[in-house]
């Protein structure tokens, strides 16, 4: 799992590479009762969360989690200066 936002929690993800999680293929698993911010988010696939080959949006009964728009491509990592 990537990000876990409990029952009390709000969020927001964003500008991240959200893929490549083993444990339940989950890139966000959502049981906030506040709705949660992960749009700008690379999912694994240019089309977004889904279950397979990207991961997916995991929400416990009635959250809520944006993800548009979504990243087409891999967040380009940055590099501290002199390396």
Do not use: H, I, Q
Not at 56 to 62: E, I, K, P, Q, T
């Amino acid at each position: 799992m990537g990000v876990r936002v409990g029952p009390s929690g709000t969020a927001r993800v964003n500008g991240n590479d959200l893929f490549g999680n083993v444990y339940e293929n989950c890139g966000v698993a959502n049981a906030s009762a506040e709705p949660v911010d992960a749009s700008d988010n690379y999912w694994g696939t240019p089309e977004g969360p889904s279950p397979s080959p990207a991961d997916d949006v995991c929400n416990a009964a009635g959250a809520l989690t944006v993800v548009a728009p979504v990243r087409a491509r891999a967040v380009e990592p940055k590099l501290a200066a002199g390396r």
